[in-house]
Every structure is written in structure tokens, then in C-alpha cells.
């Protein structure tokens, strides 16, 4: 089955800087690569997801870029607000239905 | 209501007991997902509905539990005789669901479950 693993595990940035999150992963049939918020007590929130045949997806402050060849997909955000504090989740699943989690990064946003 | 719903948020139980948790769906959305999460860790597939039919149950759904979606809308998720592992947060999602791609999931609250 797929395998994802994502780093850092913990992540502190001060506030307006950037945050990377890194993820690979080991299934080469897996296309779909959303990334998840979930904030204390609530699930997971979709925020930005990317499809095997683009490289790079935008949307306002946050982007991702992925490498099909090297199996590595990342999140940007830039200009990091307060509120951007969180636990971010990034996944992979192939054309079917399910999805493969990586174990979570929690971003602080320091102030 | 324009997101998908879970209930109860919390449920606290004793040991040996049936748990029963409820999720509706987004409306028309036709795939509905089971997932569960311990602390510290990312949510990890138990099931998935096409409409009313339970297409795939992962390993980590034990003979202990089971799955329905009568008339593919909503969805439960019963629990027999819970064991303290089971203790987690049981998430359900649902997506549109176009063909065999891949569509968008969308995540409810959650169900947090504590066997005492």
C-alpha cells in the first residue's frame, strides 16, 4: 500500500515569514495529493490540493509544487499569519477513493 | 446545511459496551469514507461506500466493526464490545465521487470516542 511520510513533525516560524512542509511518497499509481488544516478539536479541512499532471498549484498564500519523478510533494505558505497555527496533514491516493496520510506537521505562528 | 455532519461529537463508554456513530454526507455526494485518528497521528482509512454499497473495509476494521449506508445517504459506524483502543476520533468524509477519479473529500468534525 502507499506510504507517506512528511516532515518536519514541528514546525515554529515567526509571523510574515514562509513555512515549508515536505512529503514523499512510494506508491508511483498515486495522482491526487491534497493538503489538509485541522485545527484542535475539529477535522481536517481541505486547503489546496494538486493532480499528477501539473507541477505547481497556487492559490492566494499557499502553494504546492509536485515532483512525480523524485515522489515529493510540498506546501508553501507564505506570509505566515497567527492564525495559519495548525496541524497540516498532506496525503496521497490514486485513482480510486482512498487516502494515504502523512502524520501530521504542527506550524506555530510566533507573533 | 452545506457540510458533512457527525454525531455525537463526543461519546464516552465503558468498556464492553456498543457504540453506534452517525455521519450525514454532503448532498449528493455519492462516496462516503470512514477514517479514524489517534493523537498525534493522520487519519487512517477503515472504509468506503460507492451509494449504499461498501466497497472495501481496511484490516484495521476488526469483526467488531461494522459499517452501513442504507439508501446511500447517511451512514453508521456501530462498535460491539469496545475495547480502550478503540479510544480515537472517528472521522467521516464524503466526496463527489466523478467516475474513477479522484474527487475532492471533505472532512466532518469528527466523533471522539474515550472507552473508560
Known amino acids: 500500500g502507499e506510504n507517506v511520510e512528511q516532515h518536519p513533525s514541528t514546525l515554529s516560524v515567526q509571523e510574515g515569514d514562509s513555512a515549508v512542509i515536505k512529503c514523499t511518497y512510494s506508491?508511483?499509481?498515486?495522482?491526487?495529493f491534497p493538503w489538509y488544516k485541522q485545527e484542535l478539536g475539529k477535522g481536517p479541512q481541505l486547503i489546496i490540493d494538486i493532480r499528477s499532471n501539473v507541477g505547481e498549484k497556487k492559490d492566494q498564500r499557499i502553494a504546492v509544487t509536485l515532483n512525480k519523478t523524485a515522489k515529493h510533494f510540498s506546501l508553501h505558505i507564505t506570509e505566515t499569519q497567527p492564525e495559519d497555527s495548525a496541524v497540516y496533514f498532506c496525503?496521497?491516493?490514486?485513482?480510486?477513493?482512498?487516502?494515504?496520510f502523512g502524520a501530521g506537521t504542527t506550524v506555530t505562528v510566533r507573533a | 446545511d452545506t457540510g458533512v455532519s457527525q454525531d455525537p461529537r463526543h461519546k464516552i463508554t465503558k468498556r464492553g459496551q456498543n457504540v453506534t456513530f452517525r455521519c450525514d454526507p454532503i448532498?449528493?455526494?455519492?462516496?462516503l469514507y470512514w477514517y479514524r485518528q489517534t493523537l498525534g497521528q493522520g487519519p487512517e482509512f477503515l472504509t468506503y461506500?460507492?451509494?449504499?454499497?461498501?466497497?472495501?473495509k481496511s484490516r484495521l476494521l476488526s469483526d467488531r466493526f461494522s459499517a452501513e449506508r442504507p439508501k446511500g445517504s447517511f451512514s453508521t459506524l456501530e462498535i460491539q464490545r469496545t475495547e480502550q483502543g478503540d479510544s480515537a476520533m472517528y472521522l467521516c468524509?464524503?466526496?463527489?465521487?466523478?467516475?474513477?477519479?479522484?474527487?475532492?473529500?471533505?472532512f466532518g468534525q469528527g466523533t471522539r470516542l474515550t472507552v473508560v
Open positions: 506508491d508511483s499509481a498515486s495522482n491526487y
Open positions: 468524509a464524503s466526496s463527489l465521487g466523478l467516475g474513477f477519479r479522484n474527487t475532492e473529500a471533505f
Open positions: 461506500f460507492q451509494n449504499e454499497a461498501q466497497l472495501e
Open positions: 448532498s449528493e455526494h455519492n462516496r
Open positions: 496525503a496521497a491516493g490514486a485513482n480510486d477513493y482512498k487516502l494515504s
